[in-house]
């Protein structure tokens, strides 16, 4: 699992606004196709599966590490 | 090595399999390459613009060919081909060889680079793909020959790419032109080609296991629910409009850059919404202003790709869903902007929800190659960051040109650049014409500025006045009257032609000098029993001399002139006569109304001529039309309007002394104004229709004829009966010059047309107007005209006459753009008498620039890129039946008032001739239904076209889902009902041959299965029309002329059948 840490600093790569876990990933000017990037960069592997209909309820910085956490950790076939 | 040398990888041993199931996303685009005619549609260019410094490899042939040849290795899904059996599926082409490599390279001298780029662009995309023997891209470079520029275009079908397939590629053409691929190192691109290929047969394997869950199905079937309540978006909607079309398409675009772009930037902020979501909200209005519906769908692909390996790979993996957005013209921006959001995000949380599935489950009607669910497409084409290539990447700039084609009625592509967006619309050259098409780019700019600028505006504010020039655009035919009043002009043509002939009737003619004088007269007399200027005056008359005279000397007076017929159930004379005020009738009786009546003969005066007291604020006449609450409203005419109508008929009808007009029409309908007063004024002829019945169309052409009459206007409903007649009895009219026809729409047939290209010096004029405001706008036709619309237009307006077309968001519509009909200008009549409350319900103050006041019509119509109005129908209950007027609710409120009447809904059904009204009847709780009782009631208070020809009892009335009166359910219910009831044999008694072959061509006439011999053919939906068709019939087959009075007595086929053997006799 990528680290808290880490994915702030990734995060920051695509965000052109400063943020913390309260912003609003719009306010972070980070919009759909960057959270599907992201997702792609902190991915575990190659195979893991973005299940992008839980990208919709992604509002905040803080559900997004969520919602990357969740790629990351998993595996292959298992859809999240 | 050269490009010769690349060996493709081993599809059996590397790639995993021969056989690829493809998405439902690609079975989709393979039904519409088989089912429309151009296959090009889905055929999508990218150009990449290069910087040549940055290559590591030489910009030639050889090496761009090699470049090129390792991007289709190591991108296998471009490699597909596809096939339909044993199973729809794809298989993996292998990569070409150089030689049947698809690029075409050119070479172009740097003064010419940007041309040729453009065209190698669009041309580029042209040819279509063949899906099933491949392959389905194509390559082409253009390098300038000072090697300073260089670009590369691949074109290939869609079913292979998505939007976001352009990234990879960008990135591996980046990387195998600036040297980090190599693309001479056979082993490594058949080894990352071999795992790309694999990765894709795991995204496959991705997307069917999510498509085929089971949680998707009951989200799919709520969905489906939602979109079928969605209408249909039309935009320019007119009756021709073509189902299909070849799919040319056309582009107009803008730019949102410079301090706008920071702006929407900023408005993005305000309202918390992505670029996205601001373009899918304006484009919404945009939309629903053009299309006139509060709610549409719109396509947007949305990303469904699953396994992180698919994100380094081509391929089609979008799932084009259908946003919904609402569109209440009230809400502010913002409000509008949360509610598109949250659609969006629907859309992106269903997005395992597939397109087919959704069309499979929403069943929409399929005429057409089209969309199944949408017209409209929003695409952000944002995929690839053309704002910040400027980097080290040898690929500076990516475009998406267009291949002159359009996949949907029409598209919106919004690309980033490097100053803002770029936004595009792409619209089918067969549905909207490039200026419908300019009217929509103006909307969406102006939209866009405003909503940007201002979340609190409201959404109808988004939007400007279509210009005012085309409200007030005419048929540029002068209408200059010679004086102020009717009165006065006539004096002036009556004593420059004392001696020609006014009024032609079978009694007589009465010349310009004998009319004047009666009209004088007659007014003299008027004055002595005190009628002066504002007075209402009844006409109860039958003779053409005292009709046209009486006029005459009601308009010297200053007064107005009431028609009062003679087939009016009393009832409605009495009303008319009390809301008119009117004091005094000249001619016949009317029994049963309290108004003091003078023979036409007793009126007369001998003494001195009294002075005329004609003025130009004067009222000319005051007709009833059918009013919604159940008391029809009396319509006063005023003299300017009619003056400019007048004036206009002199040159735009060839009036001069030639003319001989049929005087055809009943004196409670305009049309009868136009048939005699204009014709006085230019010195001519109006010509009565007597000894012909109105209802024998044979007799009415035997008096055209034989009067050489060189005007004649026919209600629309009339004019196929008039020209069959003519075809029929092979009758020339070189005297006709024009054929005037209004009341409702008319629909132009070959035998229609046939006639006018026998009378290629006869033009048709159709004329279009309320009585609230007369004929305020006309089309014409010829015989020799090339096209003849089968829905024939309305028009253009007269001079003088103001055309508005507002639409739902209460602005002037674009050209294109149905809307509301507001008549202006010089043509609105007075307002309805002694009803303000009425007349200012209808009669508004002008807000679009004119001084006057406004009507308001009630008639949906659209202006077309010519100027040109067409009549779409009505946005209420009011209908036509054989071209008068009925509002339902004036039927209803009459039924309801009967006792024991509960309830009651009038529908219309049938078409053109067979239209007819059945009224719904519920009765109170413990009443019977007495129909008879109903009909009786409404026989005594109606004229005969709005009774209905058939009543049904009801339980309750049927409501929709809004709560309203649900009229298609019953207009279905009284079409089953209708059905039955003629179905019903009629009873079997024995009947004579003559009678079985009357009731045989009367069961045809109908369009019913059997008719009863003794019952009256109006049961059956039979009308006057069809009475005078079949008595044509009888006489071509019998030799016997029936008239039609005489059969109307008793209608029915023992009555007819009785009349031919007597006639024979």
Known sequence: ????????????????????????????????????????????????EIDATRMAGVRTIGELKQWLATIGVHAEGSPA | MTAVDITPPDLHDDEPAAVLEITESQRGLLVVDSMVSA??????????????????????????????????????????????????????????????????????????????LAEIGAEIGRAPFDLATGPVYRWAAVLADDGRAASILLCAHHIVGDGLSMVPIMRDLSALLDGTLDPADTDALATLGASRAKGLMKELAAQHRAASADAITEKAAAWAERLRAVPPLVLYPRPNRPQQTDFTGDRV??????????????????????????????????????????????????????????????????????????????????????????????CRASVDVLFTRLVSLVQPERTNDRNPLFSAMLAMQNTTDNTGNAGTSPITEVHEPANGTAKFDLWLGATPTRHGWLLELEYDRALIPARVADGLLVSLRTALRR????????????????????????????????????????????????????????????????????????????????????????????????????????????????PLEAGLPVERLAGMVARAGCGLTVGDPVDGVSVPVVPVADLGSDTETAPSQARPDAGVYVLFTSGSTGNPKGVLMGMRSLLNLAAWQQGALDHDTDTRFLQFAPAGFDVSFQEIVPVLLGGGTVVSRRPADRRDMPAVLRRVADTAVTHLFLPVGALRTFVQCVARQRVHLPALRYLCVSGEQLLADAEIRAFFVRHPRCELVNLYGPTEAQAVTTHRLHGDDPVWPAHVPVGTA????????????????????????????????????????????????????????????????????HDVLTYLGRGDTQVKIRGHRVELGELETV?????????????????????????????EPDANLDTDGVRAVC???????????????????????????????????????????????????????????????????????????????????????????????????????????????????????????????
Not at chain 2, 268 to 284: H, I, N, Q, T
Not at chain 2, 287 to 295: E, F, T
Not at chain 2, 491 to 502: F, G, L, M, S, Y
Not at chain 2, 835 to 851: C, K, Q, S
């Open chain 2, 253 to 346: 675009s803008c730019t949102v850059d410079g301090e706008f772009a920071e702006h929407f930037t900023a408005a993005c902020k305000r309202a918390g919404v992505s670029p996205f979501v601001l373009f899918m909200g304006v484009y919404s209005a945009v939309l629903a202003r053009h299309g006139g519906v509060d709610k549409v769908l719109i396509g947007s692909p949305f990303a469904a790709r699953r396994t992180i390996a698919s994100f380094d790979l081509c391929g089609f993996f979008v799932n084009t869903l259908p946003v919904t957005a609402e569109v209440d013209w009230t809400r502010t921006v913002d409000e509008h902007l949360a509610a598109v959001r949250t659609e969006i995000d629907f």
């Open chain 2, 939 to 1065: 026989a005594r208070r109606l004229p005969t076209h709005m009774l209905p020809t058939r009543i049904f009892g009801l339980d309750a009335v049927p409501l929709s889902a809004t709560g309203k009166t649900d009229r298609k359910a019953l207009t279905a219910l009284a079409d089953r009902l209708v059905a039955e009831q003629l179905a019903t044999p009629a009873p079997t008694a024995q009947v004579d041959d003559l009678t079985a072959e009357l009731c045989a061509l009367w069961a045809e006439v109908l369009s019913v299965p059997a008719v009863d011999p003794d019952t009256p053919v109006m049961r059956y939906g039979g009308h006057s029309l069809m009475i005078v068709q079949v008595l044509a019939e009888v006489q071509q087959r019998y030799q016997v002329t029936v008239q039609v009075i005489d059969f109307l007595r008793s209608p029915t086929v023992a009555t007819l059948a009785t009349l031919i053997r007597g006639t024979g006799q």
């Open chain 2, 451 to 562: 909503a940007v600028a201002d979340g609190g505006l409201r959404l109808a504010d988004l939007f400007d006045h279509a210009s005012t020039a085309q409200s007030l655009r005419h048929d540029g035919r002068p209408a200059t009257p010679v004086a102020t009043t009717i009165t006065e002009w006539f004096e002036q043509t009556a004593e420059r032609h004392p001696d020609r002939v006014a009024v032609s009737d079978p009694d007589g003619e009465l010349t310009y000098r004998e009319l004047a004088d009666r009209s004088a007269r007659l007014a003299t007399g008027l004055a002595e029993r005190g009628v002066g200027p504002g007075d209402v005056v009844g006409l109860r008359l039958d003779g053409l001399h005292d009709v046209v005279a009486t006029i005459l000397a009601i308009l010297r007076r200053g007064a107005a002139y009431l």
């Open chain 2, 39 to 116: 296959r090009q549609i889905y055929n999508q260019t990218m150009r990449f613009d290069l910087d040549p410094t940055r290559c590591a490899v030489p910009l030639d042939t050889d090496s761009v060919t090699r470049v090129l040849t390792a991007l289709v290795t190591v991108q296998p899904a471009l490699r597909q081909v596809f096939t339909l059996r044993p199973k729809v599926s794809a298989r993996l082409l292998p990569v070409p060889g150089a030689t049947d490599f698809p690029l075409r390279v050119h070479t172009a001298p740097v003064a010419e680079f940007d041309g040729v």
């Open chain 2, 895 to 923: 039924a309801n008032a009967v006792p024991g009447v509960l309830a009651s809904v009038a529908v219309v059904r049938g078409d053109a001739q067979a239209r007819e009204l059945v009224l719904f009847v519920v009765a």
């Open chain 2, 798 to 865: 007269l001079p003088g006459v103001a055309t508005y077309v507002v639409d739902q968001t209460g602005h002037l519509a674009p050209y294109g753009v149905a809307g509301e009909l507001f008549i202006g200008g010089i043509a609105p009549a007075d307002g309805y008498i002694n009803d303000p409350e009425r007349t200012a319900a209808a009669f508004l103050p002008d807000r679009f620039g004119g001084d006057g006041v406004m009507y308001r019509t009630g008639d949906q119509v659209v202006r077309d890129e």
């Open chain 1, 1 to 48: 699992m990528t680290a808290r840490l880490d994915l702030d600093s990734t995060i920051a790569r695509y965000a052109t606004a400063a943020f913390d876990d309260d912003t609003p990933v719009l306010d972070a000017g980070l919009e759909s196709l960057s959270l599907l990037r992201l997702a792609v960069e902190v991915a575990a592997d190659d195979d893991a």
